[in-house]
């Protein structure tokens, strides 16, 4: 692995932070705008996406996450802060890896390098839901040590159904 300012090189996988408004963030969003489109319904995926604007993920508390092979855009992920009375809380948001390349690590990796930023911004903490129609990420956060919360406990549910997970930087 080689690390050259923010970019990281793992065989052929790039790990990119990049601003908000970086022209490859595109790709993350149209894959995942056509992923939950699937999973939700078309209703539900612009919804979700235009509950949060990507300038959300803005600096100087929020960042973008991109993995890359061979310059396709395959899985990424954002960070922006949960809540203005939470400062030392991040929230992650659009954690997505290509249908294609699943099962390779993309989604542990695409965390790790958000935890990092989120480290590094000065978050101790992370919040993120994910949806009933996403067992692969249920299953990822469990296995990568997240903890699930009580639903009833969270004062801002994004949606009723939502899945609250947490984890401790």
């Given at each position: 692995?080689?690390?050259?300012?923010?970019?990281?090189?793992?065989?052929?996988?790039?790990?990119?932070?990049?601003?908000?408004d970086d022209p490859r963030v595109e790709?993350?969003?149209?894959?995942?705008?056509?992923?939950?489109?699937?999973r939700y319904g078309a209703d539900g995926a612009a919804d979700e996406l235009s509950?949060?604007?990507?300038?959300?993920?803005a600096a100087p508390r929020?960042?973008?996450?991109?993995?890359?092979?061979?310059?396709?855009?395959?899985a990424g992920?954002?960070?922006?802060p949960y809540r203005a009375d939470r400062p030392a809380v991040a929230e992650f948001k659009r954690i997505w890896t290509s249908d294609r390349?699943?099962?390779?690590?993309?989604?542990?990796?695409?965390?790790?390098?958000?935890e990092e930023a989120a480290r590094d911004l000065g978050y101790s903490s992370v919040i993120l839901f994910t949806g009933p129609s996403q067992p692969e990420a249920v299953a990822l956060y469990e296995r990568i040590g997240y903890r699930w919360v009580d639903p009833a406990t969270v004062e801002d549910l994004p949606y009723p159904?939502?899945?609250?997970?947490?984890?401790?930087?």
């Open positions: 692995m080689t690390r050259t300012g923010t970019e990281r090189t793992t065989d052929r996988v790039r790990m990119l932070r990049v601003r908000h790709g993350l969003l149209a894959g995942l705008l056509a992923e939950y489109t699937v509950r949060y604007p990507v300038s959300e993920f929020g960042r973008v996450v991109l993995a890359e092979i061979d310059g396709e855009v395959v992920g954002a960070l922006r390349h699943r099962r390779r690590g993309l989604g542990r990796k695409v965390m790790a390098a958000l159904k939502a899945i609250p997970f947490a984890h401790d930087l």
